[in-house]
């Protein structure tokens, strides 16, 4: 099983500033990786799919880079309702997926 | 509009058996495939299986095999999750999700709040 492994798991962040969340695989996972954003209450909402592709409906603030085990999360110019728990997940090895334990963007 | 649409909050006693389902609409049911996820109060993501009801292919996390049964009915468009003896530790709420084709979960259902307790 794959293990992904986010940092840091609370990021504090002033709104307007970046935001860059980190998402590390325990062997490649090729470009095979997607972040998803969960806001209390809701379900988690797709922001990028292969790495770098955003899904339809995201913002261009939302971007991702990465490849092999090293992965980023870039927003740029936080929103308030930007704040909120991200998570990474790989789909090059399954079953089984698997999600990183996420990373909560609070408030500064 | 792509849609999956969960049954209601479930509260069941430990033993209890439970099915719940995830109606979908605006896509080629038979052609996706359709995950589960499991979040745990307070917890993270946790994926358990999955369904192509074209062929009822199914798969599961070596963590849940065993544990709960995935099906699928064709012709109501419907997945199911089922678990044939609760425990109170299954208590969590359950994503469905449909499957793009590169492999991330580009649309969730709302989520299924199953509550175990004596």
């Known amino acids: 099983e794959i293990v992904m492994t986010q940092s840091p798991v609370t990021l504090s962040v002033s709104p307007g500033e970046r935001a860059t969340l980190s998402c590390r695989a325990s062997e490649s996972v090729s470009s095979n990786l997607a972040w998803y954003q969960q806001t209390p209450g809701q379900a988690p909402r797709l922001l990028i799919y292969?790495?770098?592709i955003r899904a339809t409906g995201i913002p261009a603030r939302f971007s991702g880079s990465g490849s092999g085990t090293e992965f980023t999360l870039t927003i740029s110019s936080l929103q308030s309702e930007d704040f909120a728990v991200y998570y990474c997940?790989?789909?090059?090895?399954?079953?089984?997926?698997?999600f990183g334990q996420g990373t909560r963007l609070e408030i500064k | 509009e792509v849609q999956l649409v969960q049954s209601g909050a479930e509260v069941k006693k430990p033993g209890d058996y439970l099915k719940i389902s995830c109606k979908t609409s605006?896509?080629?049911?038979?052609?996706?495939?359709i995950g589960w996820v499991r979040q745990s109060p307070g917890k993270g993501l946790e994926w358990m299986g999955i369904i192509y009801p074209g062929d009822s292919d199914t798969r599961y996390s070596p963590s849940f095999q065993g544990q709960v049964t995935i099906s699928a009915d064709r012709s109501i468009t419907t997945a199911y999750l089922q678990w044939s003896s609760l425990k109170a530790s299954d208590t969590a709420i359950y994503y469905c999700?449909?499957?793009?084709?590169?492999?991330?979960?580009?649309?969730w259902g709302q989520g299924t709040l199953v509550t175990v307790s004596s």
């Open positions: 997940q790989q789909y090059n090895n399954w079953p089984p997926i698997t």
């Open positions: 292969d790495a770098s």
């Open positions: 999700a449909r499957r793009y084709p590169s492999g991330s979960y580009s649309t």
């Open positions: 605006g896509f080629i049911f038979s052609t996706s495939w």
